[in-house]
DNA sequence: TTAATATACGAGTTATCGCTCGGTTATGAT
DNA sequence: ATCATAACCGAGCGATAACTCGTATATTAA
Protein backbone atom coordinates (compact mmCIF):
# COMPACT_ATOMS: atom_id res chain seq x y z
CA UNK A 1 0.00 0.00 0.00
CA UNK A 2 2.18 2.36 0.83
CA UNK A 3 5.46 1.02 -1.35
CA UNK A 4 3.23 1.14 -4.05
CA UNK A 5 2.01 4.88 -3.39
CA UNK A 6 5.67 5.27 -3.64
CA UNK A 7 6.23 3.99 -6.93
CA UNK A 8 2.78 5.48 -8.30
CA UNK A 9 4.35 9.01 -6.92
CA UNK A 10 6.97 8.50 -9.69
CA UNK A 11 5.10 8.32 -12.62
CA UNK A 12 2.07 10.11 -12.31
CA UNK A 13 1.15 13.83 -12.19
CA UNK A 14 2.07 15.30 -8.93
CA UNK A 15 -0.88 17.99 -9.31
CA UNK A 16 -4.02 18.02 -11.53
CA UNK A 17 -4.44 21.23 -13.54
CA UNK A 18 -7.52 22.68 -13.40
CA UNK A 19 -6.85 25.79 -15.48
CA UNK A 20 -6.69 26.12 -19.16
CA UNK A 21 -3.48 27.46 -19.71
CA UNK A 22 -1.47 24.70 -17.01
CA UNK A 23 -3.30 21.65 -19.59
CA UNK A 24 -1.43 23.85 -22.19
CA UNK A 25 1.28 23.94 -20.47
CA UNK A 26 1.49 20.22 -19.69
CA UNK A 27 0.72 19.36 -23.76
CA UNK A 28 3.40 21.68 -24.34
CA UNK A 29 6.43 19.77 -22.15
CA UNK A 30 4.52 16.29 -23.32
CA UNK A 31 4.92 17.45 -26.96
CA UNK A 32 8.61 19.12 -26.12
CA UNK A 33 9.42 15.42 -24.78
CA UNK A 34 8.48 13.41 -27.91
CA UNK A 35 10.48 15.78 -29.61
CA UNK A 36 13.85 15.58 -27.68
CA UNK A 37 13.59 12.12 -27.76
CA UNK A 38 13.53 12.03 -31.18
CA UNK A 39 16.04 14.67 -31.90
CA UNK A 40 18.51 12.86 -28.93
CA UNK A 41 16.90 10.29 -27.03
CA UNK A 42 16.00 9.23 -23.96
CA UNK A 43 19.15 8.63 -22.01
CA UNK A 44 20.46 12.64 -23.11
CA UNK A 45 17.07 13.93 -22.26
CA UNK A 46 16.53 16.25 -19.87
CA UNK A 47 14.19 17.84 -17.61
CA UNK A 48 16.39 20.59 -18.50
CA UNK A 49 16.27 20.61 -22.26
CA UNK A 50 12.68 19.39 -22.05
CA UNK A 51 11.34 22.43 -20.48
CA UNK A 52 13.89 24.72 -22.43
CA UNK A 53 12.38 23.31 -25.94
CA UNK A 54 8.89 23.65 -24.46
CA UNK A 55 9.27 27.28 -23.36
CA UNK A 56 8.56 26.35 -20.09
CA UNK A 57 10.13 27.40 -17.00
CA UNK A 58 11.89 24.37 -15.07
CA UNK A 59 9.96 25.49 -12.18
CA UNK A 60 6.66 24.88 -14.06
CA UNK A 61 8.11 21.11 -15.17
CA UNK A 62 8.05 20.15 -11.74
CA UNK A 63 5.00 21.76 -10.90
CA UNK A 64 3.47 19.04 -12.36
CA UNK A 65 5.98 16.09 -13.47
CA UNK A 66 7.81 14.53 -10.57
CA UNK A 67 10.89 13.54 -12.96
CA UNK A 68 11.79 12.66 -16.35
CA UNK A 69 10.19 8.99 -16.05
CA UNK A 70 6.80 10.42 -15.76
CA UNK A 71 7.04 12.86 -17.88
CA UNK A 72 7.83 9.72 -20.48
CA UNK A 73 5.33 7.33 -18.68
CA UNK A 74 2.56 10.20 -20.17
CA UNK A 75 3.75 10.38 -23.12
CA UNK A 76 3.47 6.61 -23.54
CA UNK A 77 0.17 6.00 -21.91
CA UNK A 78 -1.72 8.77 -24.39
CA UNK A 79 -0.35 7.01 -27.37
CA UNK A 80 -1.65 3.74 -25.53
CA UNK A 81 -5.22 5.61 -25.22
CA UNK A 82 -5.21 7.01 -28.54
CA UNK A 83 -4.77 3.25 -30.26
CA UNK A 84 -7.38 2.03 -27.50
CA UNK A 85 -9.89 4.33 -28.71
CA UNK A 86 -9.01 4.20 -32.20
CA UNK A 87 -9.69 0.16 -31.60
CA UNK A 88 -13.07 0.53 -29.35
CA UNK A 89 -14.35 3.45 -31.29
CA UNK A 90 -15.68 1.46 -34.58
CA UNK A 91 -18.02 -1.04 -35.74
CA UNK A 92 -18.03 -4.06 -33.77
CA UNK A 93 -17.21 -6.92 -36.52
CA UNK A 94 -19.55 -9.06 -36.58
CA UNK A 95 -17.22 -12.54 -36.96
CA UNK A 96 -14.08 -13.20 -35.25
CA UNK A 97 -12.09 -13.83 -38.35
CA UNK A 98 -12.91 -10.11 -39.28
CA UNK A 99 -12.04 -8.85 -36.08
CA UNK A 100 -8.87 -10.30 -36.17
CA UNK A 101 -8.59 -8.66 -39.61
CA UNK A 102 -9.22 -5.01 -38.56
CA UNK A 103 -7.51 -5.06 -35.22
CA UNK A 104 -4.06 -6.41 -36.82
CA UNK A 105 -4.73 -3.76 -39.63
CA UNK A 106 -5.80 -0.44 -37.33
CA UNK A 107 -2.36 -1.16 -35.12
CA UNK A 108 0.04 -1.33 -38.25
CA UNK A 109 -1.59 1.34 -39.76
CA UNK A 110 -0.98 2.97 -36.10
CA UNK A 111 2.16 2.66 -35.88
CA UNK A 112 3.28 3.47 -39.57
CA UNK A 113 1.58 6.41 -38.68
CA UNK A 114 4.09 7.96 -36.34
CA UNK A 115 6.77 5.32 -36.74
CA UNK A 116 9.60 7.06 -35.28
CA UNK A 117 7.90 7.84 -32.00
CA UNK A 118 6.82 4.41 -31.78
CA UNK A 119 10.20 3.14 -31.83
CA UNK A 120 11.94 5.39 -30.02
CA UNK A 121 8.96 4.70 -27.04
CA UNK A 122 9.69 0.92 -27.35
CA UNK A 123 13.54 0.79 -27.40
CA UNK A 124 14.95 3.85 -24.94
CA UNK A 125 11.94 4.49 -22.59
CA UNK A 126 11.95 1.99 -19.90
CA UNK A 127 8.29 0.62 -18.92
CA UNK A 128 6.32 1.89 -15.53
CA UNK A 129 6.57 -0.20 -12.79
CA UNK A 130 7.41 -3.22 -14.45
CA UNK A 131 6.30 -6.50 -12.82
CA UNK A 132 4.42 -4.24 -10.26
CA UNK A 133 1.22 -3.97 -12.42
CA UNK A 134 -0.25 -4.65 -15.21
CA UNK A 135 0.25 -1.93 -18.54
CA UNK A 136 -3.20 -0.58 -19.11
CA UNK A 137 -3.15 -1.15 -22.22
CA UNK A 138 -3.25 -5.39 -21.29
CA UNK A 139 -5.17 -3.96 -18.30
CA UNK A 140 -8.24 -2.40 -20.39
CA UNK A 141 -7.63 -4.62 -23.95
CA UNK A 142 -7.55 -7.99 -22.13
CA UNK A 143 -10.60 -8.30 -20.88
CA UNK A 144 -12.37 -6.88 -23.67
CA UNK A 145 -10.71 -9.51 -26.07
CA UNK A 146 -11.86 -12.03 -23.60
CA UNK A 147 -15.73 -11.36 -23.92
CA UNK A 148 -15.69 -11.10 -27.43
CA UNK A 149 -13.37 -14.55 -27.56
CA UNK A 150 -16.38 -15.73 -25.24
CA UNK A 151 -19.47 -14.80 -27.12
CA UNK A 152 -17.79 -16.64 -30.16
CA UNK A 153 -16.57 -20.07 -28.38
CA UNK A 154 -18.76 -21.89 -30.73
CA UNK A 155 -15.79 -21.21 -33.57
CA UNK A 156 -12.40 -21.11 -31.15
CA UNK A 157 -10.34 -24.40 -31.21
CA UNK A 158 -8.74 -23.05 -27.58
CA UNK A 159 -12.24 -22.70 -25.64
CA UNK A 160 -10.56 -24.38 -22.41
CA UNK A 161 -8.69 -21.14 -21.09
CA UNK A 162 -10.14 -18.31 -22.49
CA UNK A 163 -8.65 -15.43 -20.59
CA UNK A 164 -4.97 -17.22 -21.14
CA UNK A 165 -5.45 -17.62 -24.99
CA UNK A 166 -7.26 -13.93 -24.90
CA UNK A 167 -4.16 -12.59 -23.11
CA UNK A 168 -1.57 -14.52 -25.44
CA UNK A 169 -3.00 -13.56 -28.74
CA UNK A 170 -2.70 -9.91 -27.65
CA UNK A 171 0.83 -10.18 -26.39
CA UNK A 172 1.80 -12.26 -29.80
CA UNK A 173 0.27 -9.35 -31.63
CA UNK A 174 1.28 -6.17 -30.38
CA UNK A 175 5.05 -7.33 -29.35
CA UNK A 176 5.67 -9.17 -33.06
CA UNK A 177 4.44 -5.83 -34.37
CA UNK A 178 6.70 -3.87 -32.09
CA UNK A 179 9.26 -6.13 -32.97
CA UNK A 180 9.07 -4.61 -36.85
CA UNK A 181 8.55 -1.04 -35.75
CA UNK A 182 12.14 -1.14 -33.78
CA UNK A 183 14.19 -4.38 -36.02
CA UNK A 184 12.78 -4.08 -39.56
CA UNK A 185 10.38 -0.59 -40.18
CA UNK A 186 10.87 -1.64 -43.53
CA UNK A 187 9.07 -4.07 -44.07
CA UNK A 188 5.88 -2.53 -42.05
CA UNK A 189 4.92 -1.27 -45.89
CA UNK A 190 5.11 -4.51 -47.07
CA UNK A 191 1.49 -5.69 -46.89
CA UNK A 192 2.77 -9.58 -47.08
CA UNK A 193 3.64 -8.82 -43.22
CA UNK A 194 -0.03 -7.98 -42.14
CA UNK A 195 -1.15 -11.02 -44.24
CA UNK A 196 1.13 -13.56 -42.67
CA UNK A 197 -0.04 -11.57 -38.95
CA UNK A 198 -3.26 -12.41 -39.95
CA UNK A 199 -3.15 -15.82 -41.10
CA UNK A 200 -0.79 -16.85 -37.78
CA UNK A 201 -4.06 -15.71 -35.61
CA UNK A 202 -6.21 -16.68 -37.41
CA UNK A 203 -4.94 -20.43 -38.02
CA UNK A 204 -4.76 -20.45 -34.42
CA UNK A 205 -7.61 -18.89 -32.88
CA UNK A 206 -10.35 -20.15 -35.39
CA UNK A 207 -11.46 -23.58 -35.82
CA UNK A 208 -10.90 -24.38 -39.91
CA UNK B 1 31.14 3.93 -44.38
CA UNK B 2 32.46 6.83 -42.25
CA UNK B 3 29.47 6.97 -40.18
CA UNK B 4 28.91 3.44 -40.06
CA UNK B 5 32.36 3.18 -38.29
CA UNK B 6 31.71 6.34 -35.99
CA UNK B 7 28.46 4.31 -35.40
CA UNK B 8 29.73 0.98 -34.51
CA UNK B 9 33.00 2.51 -32.34
CA UNK B 10 30.18 3.69 -29.97
CA UNK B 11 29.25 0.14 -29.40
CA UNK B 12 32.28 -2.23 -29.61
CA UNK B 13 35.55 -2.63 -28.27
CA UNK B 14 38.24 -0.64 -28.08
CA UNK B 15 41.07 -2.79 -28.53
CA UNK B 16 41.53 -6.56 -28.55
CA UNK B 17 42.36 -7.81 -25.39
CA UNK B 18 45.69 -10.10 -26.12
CA UNK B 19 46.63 -11.46 -22.65
CA UNK B 20 45.17 -13.35 -20.10
CA UNK B 21 44.54 -11.22 -17.57
CA UNK B 22 42.68 -8.18 -19.32
CA UNK B 23 40.39 -11.04 -20.51
CA UNK B 24 39.93 -11.33 -16.74
CA UNK B 25 39.54 -7.60 -16.52
CA UNK B 26 36.72 -7.51 -19.13
CA UNK B 27 34.83 -10.16 -17.77
CA UNK B 28 34.78 -8.70 -14.39
CA UNK B 29 33.42 -5.74 -15.71
CA UNK B 30 30.88 -7.08 -17.47
CA UNK B 31 29.66 -9.36 -14.56
CA UNK B 32 29.63 -6.15 -12.36
CA UNK B 33 27.75 -4.36 -15.19
CA UNK B 34 25.26 -6.93 -14.95
CA UNK B 35 24.93 -7.01 -11.21
CA UNK B 36 24.48 -2.79 -10.98
CA UNK B 37 22.30 -3.59 -14.06
CA UNK B 38 20.22 -5.64 -11.73
CA UNK B 39 20.46 -3.27 -8.33
CA UNK B 40 20.03 0.16 -9.59
CA UNK B 41 18.76 -0.35 -13.61
CA UNK B 42 20.28 0.91 -16.34
CA UNK B 43 19.44 4.70 -16.24
CA UNK B 44 21.53 5.10 -13.15
CA UNK B 45 24.39 2.66 -13.76
CA UNK B 46 27.70 4.63 -14.17
CA UNK B 47 30.98 3.42 -15.51
CA UNK B 48 32.13 4.55 -12.19
CA UNK B 49 29.88 2.89 -10.39
CA UNK B 50 30.63 -0.34 -12.43
CA UNK B 51 34.61 -0.03 -12.10
CA UNK B 52 34.19 0.21 -8.61
CA UNK B 53 31.67 -2.96 -8.13
CA UNK B 54 34.74 -4.85 -10.56
CA UNK B 55 37.29 -3.79 -8.72
CA UNK B 56 39.02 -2.52 -11.48
CA UNK B 57 39.97 1.04 -11.96
CA UNK B 58 38.04 3.62 -14.09
CA UNK B 59 40.72 4.38 -16.70
CA UNK B 60 41.00 0.27 -17.46
CA UNK B 61 37.71 0.09 -18.10
CA UNK B 62 38.03 2.92 -20.68
CA UNK B 63 41.12 1.06 -21.76
CA UNK B 64 38.21 -1.39 -23.40
CA UNK B 65 34.92 0.25 -23.45
CA UNK B 66 34.13 3.89 -24.94
CA UNK B 67 31.25 4.14 -22.79
CA UNK B 68 28.40 2.63 -20.74
CA UNK B 69 26.30 1.92 -24.41
CA UNK B 70 29.23 -0.53 -24.84
CA UNK B 71 29.24 -2.61 -21.83
CA UNK B 72 25.65 -3.04 -22.74
CA UNK B 73 25.42 -4.09 -25.75
CA UNK B 74 28.76 -6.71 -25.15
CA UNK B 75 26.45 -7.67 -22.63
CA UNK B 76 23.97 -8.74 -24.84
CA UNK B 77 25.34 -10.19 -26.79
CA UNK B 78 27.13 -12.45 -25.06
CA UNK B 79 23.04 -13.36 -23.93
CA UNK B 80 22.44 -13.79 -27.37
CA UNK B 81 25.39 -16.24 -28.33
CA UNK B 82 24.84 -18.15 -25.65
CA UNK B 83 21.24 -18.63 -26.63
CA UNK B 84 22.56 -19.09 -29.89
CA UNK B 85 24.58 -22.16 -28.77
CA UNK B 86 22.35 -24.07 -27.14
CA UNK B 87 19.85 -24.06 -30.11
CA UNK B 88 22.71 -24.98 -32.80
CA UNK B 89 24.35 -27.41 -30.20
CA UNK B 90 21.65 -29.64 -30.49
CA UNK B 91 20.88 -33.24 -32.52
CA UNK B 92 18.83 -31.46 -35.49
CA UNK B 93 15.48 -33.07 -34.91
CA UNK B 94 14.03 -34.76 -38.22
CA UNK B 95 10.88 -33.18 -38.77
CA UNK B 96 9.51 -29.60 -38.62
CA UNK B 97 6.55 -29.93 -35.77
CA UNK B 98 9.75 -31.29 -33.48
CA UNK B 99 11.71 -28.41 -34.26
CA UNK B 100 9.39 -25.86 -33.46
CA UNK B 101 8.80 -27.37 -30.05
CA UNK B 102 12.47 -28.03 -29.46
CA UNK B 103 13.11 -24.45 -30.30
CA UNK B 104 9.92 -23.03 -28.21
CA UNK B 105 10.94 -24.92 -24.89
CA UNK B 106 14.52 -24.24 -25.32
CA UNK B 107 14.33 -20.22 -25.37
CA UNK B 108 11.53 -20.51 -22.71
CA UNK B 109 14.61 -22.44 -20.48
CA UNK B 110 16.54 -19.72 -21.38
CA UNK B 111 15.10 -16.94 -20.13
CA UNK B 112 13.73 -18.62 -17.21
CA UNK B 113 17.25 -19.55 -15.91
CA UNK B 114 17.80 -16.05 -15.63
CA UNK B 115 14.65 -14.11 -15.48
CA UNK B 116 15.60 -10.67 -13.79
CA UNK B 117 18.57 -9.78 -16.24
CA UNK B 118 16.84 -11.15 -19.47
CA UNK B 119 13.86 -8.51 -18.36
CA UNK B 120 16.53 -5.31 -17.15
CA UNK B 121 17.92 -6.30 -20.65
CA UNK B 122 14.42 -6.19 -22.74
CA UNK B 123 13.20 -3.44 -20.55
CA UNK B 124 16.32 -0.83 -19.39
CA UNK B 125 18.93 -1.42 -22.88
CA UNK B 126 18.61 0.60 -25.94
CA UNK B 127 19.04 -1.59 -28.52
CA UNK B 128 22.62 -1.03 -30.30
CA UNK B 129 22.26 0.89 -33.44
CA UNK B 130 18.64 0.30 -34.05
CA UNK B 131 17.30 0.49 -37.31
CA UNK B 132 20.97 1.04 -39.05
CA UNK B 133 21.49 -2.66 -38.93
CA UNK B 134 20.48 -6.05 -38.15
CA UNK B 135 20.65 -7.39 -34.53
CA UNK B 136 23.42 -10.36 -34.24
CA UNK B 137 20.43 -12.93 -33.15
CA UNK B 138 18.69 -12.51 -36.61
CA UNK B 139 21.55 -12.37 -38.70
CA UNK B 140 22.80 -15.20 -37.21
CA UNK B 141 19.47 -17.09 -37.00
CA UNK B 142 17.16 -16.35 -39.43
CA UNK B 143 19.30 -17.56 -42.54
CA UNK B 144 19.31 -20.89 -40.63
CA UNK B 145 16.09 -21.13 -40.18
CA UNK B 146 15.58 -20.23 -43.43
CA UNK B 147 17.28 -23.34 -44.42
CA UNK B 148 15.71 -25.41 -42.50
CA UNK B 149 12.07 -24.78 -44.10
CA UNK B 150 13.59 -24.75 -47.28
CA UNK B 151 14.35 -28.32 -46.67
CA UNK B 152 11.51 -29.20 -45.75
CA UNK B 153 9.17 -27.51 -47.92
CA UNK B 154 6.83 -30.21 -48.42
CA UNK B 155 5.17 -29.54 -45.50
CA UNK B 156 5.08 -26.05 -45.41
CA UNK B 157 1.84 -23.87 -46.22
CA UNK B 158 3.48 -20.89 -46.63
CA UNK B 159 6.16 -21.71 -49.35
CA UNK B 160 5.67 -18.47 -51.49
CA UNK B 161 8.23 -16.02 -49.22
CA UNK B 162 10.22 -18.40 -47.04
CA UNK B 163 12.61 -16.08 -46.47
CA UNK B 164 10.12 -13.93 -44.79
CA UNK B 165 8.17 -16.53 -43.57
CA UNK B 166 11.56 -17.33 -41.52
CA UNK B 167 11.92 -13.57 -40.39
CA UNK B 168 8.62 -13.64 -39.47
CA UNK B 169 8.06 -16.49 -36.99
CA UNK B 170 11.32 -15.78 -35.48
CA UNK B 171 11.10 -12.64 -34.37
CA UNK B 172 7.20 -13.44 -33.55
CA UNK B 173 8.36 -16.39 -31.19
CA UNK B 174 11.09 -14.02 -29.44
CA UNK B 175 9.14 -11.04 -28.97
CA UNK B 176 5.90 -12.82 -27.43
CA UNK B 177 8.46 -14.80 -25.13
CA UNK B 178 10.23 -11.16 -24.53
CA UNK B 179 7.08 -9.70 -23.76
CA UNK B 180 5.71 -12.49 -21.36
CA UNK B 181 9.15 -12.11 -19.48
CA UNK B 182 8.90 -8.47 -18.80
CA UNK B 183 4.91 -7.83 -18.47
CA UNK B 184 3.97 -11.31 -16.68
CA UNK B 185 6.78 -13.58 -15.78
CA UNK B 186 4.51 -15.69 -13.31
CA UNK B 187 3.14 -17.13 -16.32
CA UNK B 188 6.10 -18.42 -18.24
CA UNK B 189 6.01 -21.01 -15.52
CA UNK B 190 2.61 -22.27 -16.53
CA UNK B 191 3.01 -24.97 -19.67
CA UNK B 192 0.13 -23.46 -20.85
CA UNK B 193 1.78 -20.74 -22.29
CA UNK B 194 4.38 -23.10 -23.88
CA UNK B 195 1.85 -25.28 -25.36
CA UNK B 196 -0.16 -22.27 -26.64
CA UNK B 197 3.58 -20.58 -28.35
CA UNK B 198 4.06 -24.38 -29.84
CA UNK B 199 0.54 -24.94 -31.02
CA UNK B 200 0.05 -21.19 -32.33
CA UNK B 201 3.79 -21.89 -34.78
CA UNK B 202 2.66 -25.16 -35.83
CA UNK B 203 -0.24 -23.98 -36.93
CA UNK B 204 0.44 -21.16 -38.96
CA UNK B 205 3.75 -23.32 -40.79
CA UNK B 206 2.66 -26.97 -41.14
CA UNK B 207 -0.08 -28.28 -43.18
CA UNK B 208 -2.65 -30.35 -41.12
C1' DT C 1 68.96 -8.73 -19.21
C1' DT C 2 66.84 -5.31 -21.45
C1' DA C 3 63.70 -3.03 -24.35
C1' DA C 4 59.17 -2.78 -26.01
C1' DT C 5 54.63 -3.33 -25.34
C1' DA C 6 50.45 -4.35 -22.90
C1' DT C 7 47.88 -3.52 -18.88
C1' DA C 8 46.37 -1.04 -14.84
C1' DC C 9 45.48 2.95 -12.36
C1' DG C 10 42.73 7.10 -10.22
C1' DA C 11 42.95 12.10 -9.06
C1' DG C 12 41.12 15.70 -11.27
C1' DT C 13 38.63 18.49 -14.97
C1' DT C 14 34.55 19.90 -17.04
C1' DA C 15 29.90 19.52 -17.79
C1' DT C 16 25.44 18.58 -16.80
C1' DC C 17 22.03 16.75 -13.93
C1' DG C 18 17.91 16.91 -10.81
C1' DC C 19 15.51 19.71 -8.14
C1' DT C 20 14.22 23.52 -4.63
C1' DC C 21 12.63 27.71 -3.08
C1' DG C 22 11.35 32.46 -2.73
C1' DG C 23 8.97 35.28 -5.25
C1' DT C 24 6.10 37.27 -9.34
C1' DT C 25 2.03 37.22 -12.27
C1' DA C 26 -2.56 35.61 -13.88
C1' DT C 27 -7.19 34.10 -12.92
C1' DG C 28 -11.64 33.55 -10.82
C1' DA C 29 -14.69 34.20 -6.88
C1' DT C 30 -16.95 37.45 -3.93
C1' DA D 1 -12.11 46.18 -6.26
C1' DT D 2 -10.20 42.79 -3.35
C1' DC D 3 -8.45 38.65 -2.18
C1' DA D 4 -7.26 33.69 -2.42
C1' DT D 5 -5.23 30.51 -5.02
C1' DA D 6 -3.53 28.60 -9.26
C1' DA D 7 0.13 28.99 -12.32
C1' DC D 8 4.63 30.34 -13.56
C1' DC D 9 9.41 31.28 -13.09
C1' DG D 10 14.75 30.62 -13.10
C1' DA D 11 19.07 31.47 -10.42
C1' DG D 12 21.66 28.52 -8.17
C1' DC D 13 23.08 24.48 -5.04
C1' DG D 14 24.95 19.98 -4.39
C1' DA D 15 25.74 15.78 -6.58
C1' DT D 16 27.41 13.02 -9.95
C1' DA D 17 28.35 12.01 -14.67
C1' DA D 18 31.82 11.00 -18.46
C1' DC D 19 36.25 10.77 -19.63
C1' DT D 20 41.59 12.09 -19.89
C1' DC D 21 46.28 11.73 -19.09
C1' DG D 22 50.53 11.15 -16.78
C1' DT D 23 52.34 7.46 -14.41
C1' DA D 24 53.31 2.87 -12.51
C1' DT D 25 53.56 -2.09 -13.05
C1' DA D 26 53.43 -6.58 -15.46
C1' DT D 27 54.44 -9.45 -19.44
C1' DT D 28 56.77 -10.94 -23.40
C1' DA D 29 60.22 -10.89 -27.01
C1' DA D 30 64.85 -10.31 -28.34
New interface residues.
Given amino acids: MEKQDTVNALYSLRKTPTQERSKATINAILSAAARVLLSI???KASTNKIAELAGVGIGSLYEYFPGKEAIFAEVRRREDQRLFDLTMNRPEPATLKELIQTHVSIYLEFVRSNLDLH?ALI??V??FA??QQ??PF?RDYVPWATKFLGAHASELR?VE?IE??S??IT??T???I???V????E?LN?P??EE??T??LQ??LLK?
Fill in positions: GYDANGPQVGELYHHQVSFRARSTDNYLHAPQDLILLDLRFT
